[in-house]
């Protein structure tokens, strides 16, 4: 499936998160090394922006580097650091043409000096474009962005800020990280994996989930298009049954 014909266009999700899992396997499974991967990973995510932004997908959020990956080998994450700064530095001029925005989430000042300044660059040089958000989760943990928001709004509340009436899930939500970016309705997951590895688990409380047995550079157009298919086949209740779904409708 790597045409539209099936796809309702007005039924597209706003926002698609990716855990791109895979990388170094697929390097072994080539006879490669592991940088080899991530490299050709890279390419899959030119493909993956350039179909959502066909599809009209308004936010696309890439699981690209958690803080548990700090503890992989040393050359590795040497490697992947310094893919980051090279592959920003490379897109800007594509993205800008593309009007593609980025941003990003995490604990962004642990990033080496480097790559928090071709961050910062990109972001300010394509803050304008409005077509699609690309979201690159850098140095992230949900567990450490919700432990975060605790510490913020318990200290709202210790300065007699905020009560505790205004606790709400509204509250929390402007807390996080991704405080300017709607809840993703659709989470993609590749290399076979069954979990959701510590990755936007305040945000995806109603989100659907597609699991593929395929290693992230492998992941294309087919890949997005089918599972975007695959999201609209489904019913989304929110806790309804599906009477009070079609009475809605």
Same mark, same amino acid.
């Given at each position: 499936?790597?045409?539209?014909?099936?796809?309702?266009?007005?039924?597209?999700?706003?926002?698609?998160?990716?855990?791109?899992?895979? $990388?170094?396997?697929?390097?072994?499974?080539?006879?490669?090394?592991?940088?080899f991967?991530?490299?050709?990973?890279?390419?899959a995510?030119?493909?993956?922006?350039?179909t959502?932004?066909?599809?009209?997908?308004?936010?696309?959020?890439?699981?690209?580097?958690?803080? @548990?990956?700090?503890?992989?080998?040393?050359?590795?994450?040497?490697?992947?650091?310094?893919?980051l700064?090279?592959?920003?530095?490379?897109?800007?001029?594509?993205?800008?043409?593309?009007?593609?925005?980025?941003?990003?989430?995490?604990?962004?000042?642990?990033?080496?000096?480097?790559?928090?300044?071709?961050?910062?660059?990109?972001?300010?040089?394509?803050?304008?474009?409005?077509?699609?958000?690309?979201?690159?989760?850098? $140095?992230?943990?949900s567990?450490?962005?919700?432990? @975060?928001?605790?510490?913020?709004?318990?200290?709202?509340?210790?300065?007699?800020?905020?009560? @505790?009436?205004?606790?709400?899930?509204?509250?929390?939500?402007?807390?996080?990280?991704?405080?300017?970016?709607?809840d993703?309705?659709?989470?993609?997951?590749?290399?076979?994996?069954?979990?959701?590895?510590?990755?936007?688990?305040?945000?995806?409380?109603?989100?659907?989930?597609?699991?593929?047995?395929?290693?992230?550079?492998?992941?294309?157009?087919?890949?997005?298009?089918?599972?975007?298919?695959?999201?609209?086949?489904?019913?989304?209740?929110?806790?309804?049954?599906? @009477?009070?779904?079609?009475?809605?409708?």
């Open positions: 499936m790597s045409d539209l014909s099936h796809i309702d266009l007005n039924n597209v999700p706003e926002h698609v998160a990716i855990i791109m899992d895979g $990388n170094g396997r697929w390097a072994k499974s080539h006879g490669e090394d592991r940088l991967g991530h490299s050709k990973g890279v390419d995510v030119r493909e993956t922006l350039k959502a932004t066909e599809l009209k997908v308004k936010y696309l959020t890439l699981y690209a580097f958690s803080t @548990e990956n700090w503890n992989r080998p040393q050359k590795e994450v040497e490697g992947l650091m310094n893919l700064v090279l592959s920003l530095s490379n897109e800007i001029d594509e993205m800008n043409q593309n009007g593609v925005r980025l941003k990003a989430i995490g604990n962004l000042k642990g990033l080496p000096e480097e790559c928090q300044e071709s961050l910062e660059d990109a972001i300010e040089k394509t803050k304008t474009n409005k077509d699609i958000t690309l979201v690159l989760a850098l $140095n992230y943990s567990k450490w962005e919700i432990t @975060e928001m605790v510490k913020t709004i318990s200290n709202d509340l210790v300065q007699k800020e905020i009560t @505790e009436k205004d606790i709400t899930d509204e509250l929390i939500s402007q807390h996080l990280t991704t405080k300017e970016i709607p993703p309705e659709l989470l993609i997951r590749t290399s076979g994996e069954r979990r959701v590895s510590n990755f936007l688990l305040w945000q995806i409380a109603y989100s659907e989930f597609v699991f593929l047995d395929i290693f992230w550079p492998d992941f294309g157009r087919k890949q997005f298009i089918g599972a975007v298919y695959d999201y609209q086949n489904r019913e989304r209740r929110f806790g309804l049954v599906s @009477e009070q779904i079609n009475i809605i409708e």
